[in-house]
């Protein structure tokens, strides 16, 4: 899934989609009529919005759709994994109301990072890696995607002067991931368990309760 979190100049909402739809063409390197695109508003400022993207292939959700209509399933909304877990963290009372904070979620098999820039999250990154790596080589993996991600977002938003990192881990924390991290990353690091978390279906309902405009990757040939 193609995510970014963007800035808008703050227009009308029938104008949103136009825009968010220019944002996706110029990103992506699929033609945007072969993909599922949608959009939530995360901030509404009054002279700017910011606005988490996502954009999928047409042929992955259909995928997707397949699995699901053979059990007879038919979903209303299709949400993306990484806003259930931000919902989590939020109501955990997790999220700083200040400063930047990296938190790294090595939940299941793909491992996330989200970036909160005074509670509202500004980067949204899934590290889908090149295949099976051994420990070492998923520690060093993810230290670098890690370092790489502080530089983007020293280069784009500048630097802060309270900063920290939280590793969520599943299980057991990977051998050497700690140390790479404390070498390669210039914030103050913790380490928390991933199952002090509801899972991330309770996330999703979550997101689903509190209703609005929320991003829906449903195409519309399933309606």
Known sequence: ILMRVVKLPAVPDEELNGMVQLQVDKLSPFPVENMVVSYEVLEKGKEFYHIFVAAIKNEIVDQLGKLLANVNVFPSRVDVDVLGWSKLLRNANVVAKTGRQIVILLADIVPEIIVFQDGLPIVFRSLSGQGP?????????????????????????????????A???????????????RQTCPYELSLKSIKELPPVSEGFARRSADGGQLLDLTPLSWR
């Open 133 to 165: 790596l051994s420990d070492d080589e998923f520690a060093s993996e993810i230290a670098g995607e890690t370092a790489n991600t502080i530089m983007s977002i020293e280069l784009e938003h500048g630097l802060c002067k309270s900063c920290s990192l």
């Open 167 to 181: 590793v969520w881990y599943n299980d057991t924390l990977p051998e050497k991931l700690e140390e790479n991290l």
